[in-house]
């Protein structure tokens, strides 16, 4: 025994204890990144297996984000709660169980159900790891850390696809789901380890009791409507009345849970922290930016395969960058905020994502793939610099006791700023497509020679980049109004 522990003990002692715990975190959340990317490639091969339609097969994706997204804010919650290692193990350990019982699954609704359940599973995960980081590292290390932080998030969003396509190319679809479970393993064992021996065996704090249940049913399912509006807006039309129902309800649910929350004696969301203006306009700018970059990993892969006629694999190749880029400035802008503060750098970031959308809103028909580099280059940039420096600022003035529900805050912003995102730039595209007389879906820009359709399509991408530049402007806007961190 003495020969297990005692290095244990050097470990959780040592000078070099935040490497250790970030080496832990960072494992189990390049797992969920890694997954999310990889099994999106594997859902035409889903299709194929079980005789369906695309759009059928896509809820594989879209359940795992609703329950996600629905569960983040009430994750972060209890983890301020009861403890973030108690419920990040929790999640680790739900999320390969469920992988497992998805790669298994014979019927598509078992392997539906195991995937919103995984999505539960990896909340408890993403809700804590960004926590966590912030917590190992020292208050004037926040920036460096917050920058780390989104190395992991690049690192798995460059890999997934890679490793994806790889084992679904090789070993067919369930090889995408099994792929995880080894490194699942491993950060169970570290979090264990290092994050907390013995987190699992001590009695769960009774202020569970106290848990906001009403906040949490409000904020989910005002979450959930919000996300399967924006999501199908674009497919249904804005006027439709389910559409227009969906907005209404949101913003009735989204109404009662700010009421609620302002009101409740132990709230879920303490609506107080949004009366810094640096939390509220940091959150504003937060989900902005994300709205405004969205446009790019989404329209892109079109503009490439269909019009410009890239492979797939050389399509990706062009997109690769943007990642890269995004996974090393995050430190070193977290570095530099750390010295300088956050404000600046977090508003050259988004003047450099604004110049981006610009460059992407001159492609052309004939544009060449450097075209698109450059912007990627710019993009990742721009996102790199601002993320982690913004996140910072939001952090410095919220209390260590929140920040399980601040972490969860920032993924929820990203998630709803992502789909919304999405909406309005493929509405902006559909739109163009439709007034110049072709079908209004990018299912139809295929680049199959029809006189015109290139031409509208990429008609509609100067003006959805436009859109989004002006996006990007307003979260620069919004940075500049925020101030700065007083730490």
């Known amino acids: 025994m003495p020969t297990f522990t005692q290095p244990l003990r050097h470990i959780t002692s040592s000078a070099n204890y935040k490497w250790w715990a970030y080496g832990a975190i960072a494992t189990g959340l390049f797992l969920t990144v890694m997954d999310q990317s990889g099994v999106n490639l594997a859902?035409?091969?889903?299709?194929?297996?079980?005789?369906?339609?695309i759009p059928t097969a896509q809820w594989i994706v879209l359940g795992y984000i609703l329950s996600t997204s629905a569960f983040l804010l009430p994750m972060g919650r209890v983890s301020d709660i009861v403890g973030r290692e108690k419920v990040y193990i929790i999640g680790l350990l739900g999320f390969m169980v469920l992988a497992a019982l998805g790669g298994m699954a014979q019927s598509f609704y078992v392997l539906i159900i195991s995937k919103v359940l995984q999505g539960i599973a990896a909340a408890a995960i993403q809700a804590n790891a960004?926590?966590?980081?912030?917590?190992?590292?020292?208050k004037k290390e926040r920036g460096k850390a917050l920058g780390l932080y989104m190395t992991i998030i690049?690192?798995?969003?460059?890999?997934?696809?890679?490793?994806?396509?790889?084992?679904?190319?090789?070993?067919?679809?369930r090889a995408v789901f099994f792929a995880g479970i080894p490194v699942g393993l491993l950060a169970v064992l570290a979090a264990v380890l290092i994050l907390g021996r013995?987190?699992?065996?001590?009695?769960?704090?009774?202020?569970?009791?106290?848990?906001?249940?009403?906040?949490?049913?409000?904020?989910?399912?005002?979450?959930?409507?919000?996300?399967?509006?924006?999501?199908?807006?674009?497919?249904?039309?804005?006027?439709?009345?389910?559409?227009?129902?969906?907005?209404?309800?949101?913003?009735?649910?989204?109404?009662?849970?700010?009421?609620?929350?302002?009101?409740?004696?132990?709230?879920?969301?303490?609506?107080?922290?949004?009366s810094n203006i640096l939390v509220s306009?940091?959150?504003?700018?937060?989900?902005?930016?994300?709205?405004?970059?969205?446009?790019?990993?989404?329209?892109?892969?079109?503009?490439?395969?269909?019009?410009?006629?890239?492979?797939?694999?050389?399509?990706?190749?062009?997109?690769?960058?943007?990642?890269?880029?995004?996974?090393t400035m995050g430190p070193i802008s977290g570095r530099w905020s750390d010295r300088i503060g956050t404000r600046w750098l977090a508003v050259i970031g988004m003047g450099v994502s604004?110049?981006?959308?610009?460059?992407?809103?001159?492609?052309?028909?004939?544009?060449?793939?450097?075209?698109?580099?450059?912007?990627?280059?710019?993009s990742g940039t721009g996102m790199g610099m601002f993320s982690s420096t913004n996140t910072s600022a939001i952090t410095s003035v919220i209390g260590r006791e929140r920040y399980g529900i601040a972490s969860a805050l920032m993924s929820v912003t990203r998630t709803s700023g992502n789909v919304t995102g999405i909406a309005v730039a493929t509405t902006i595209v559909s739109y163009m497509m439709a007034s110049m007389g072709f079908e209004p879906s990018l299912s139809a820009a295929t680049g199959d020679g029809t006189p015109g359709l290139e031409e509208a399509f990429v008609s509609g991408l100067h003006r959805a980049y436009l859109v989004a530049s002006g996006f990007a402007f307003m979260a620069m806007v919004l940075s500049i109004a925020r101030g700065e961190s007083k730490e």
Do not use: C, Q
């Open 198 to 274: 013995d987190s699992l065996l001590k009695d769960i704090d009774s202020r569970w009791i106290s848990f906001d249940w009403i906040g949490a049913f409000l904020s989910s399912g005002a979450l959930i409507i919000f996300l399967l509006t924006m999501t199908n807006a674009y497919k249904i039309g804005w006027a439709s009345p389910f559409i227009l129902a969906g907005i209404i309800t949101t913003l009735i649910l989204a109404a009662a849970f700010i009421h609620w929350e302002r009101h409740v004696k132990e709230p879920m969301l303490d609506m107080g922290l949004f």
């Open 154 to 173: 690049g690192t798995g969003s460059i890999t997934g696809p890679i490793v994806g396509g790889l084992l679904v190319s090789s070993f067919g679809w």
């Open 281 to 327: 306009f940091g959150v504003g700018a937060r989900f902005i930016s994300f709205l405004a970059s969205s446009s790019v990993f989404f329209l892109m892969p079109f503009y490439l395969i269909h019009i410009v006629d890239y492979s797939a694999r050389d399509a990706g190749l062009i997109l690769v960058p943007g990642s890269i880029l995004m996974a």
């Open 43 to 53: 859902v035409p091969r889903i299709a194929d297996s079980f005789i369906l339609d």
């Open 130 to 138: 960004m926590a966590m980081v912030i917590d190992v590292f020292p």
């Open 354 to 378: 604004t110049i981006a959308m610009l460059v992407f809103s001159r492609l052309e028909v004939g544009s060449s793939g450097f075209h698109v580099v450059i912007g990627m280059v710019l």
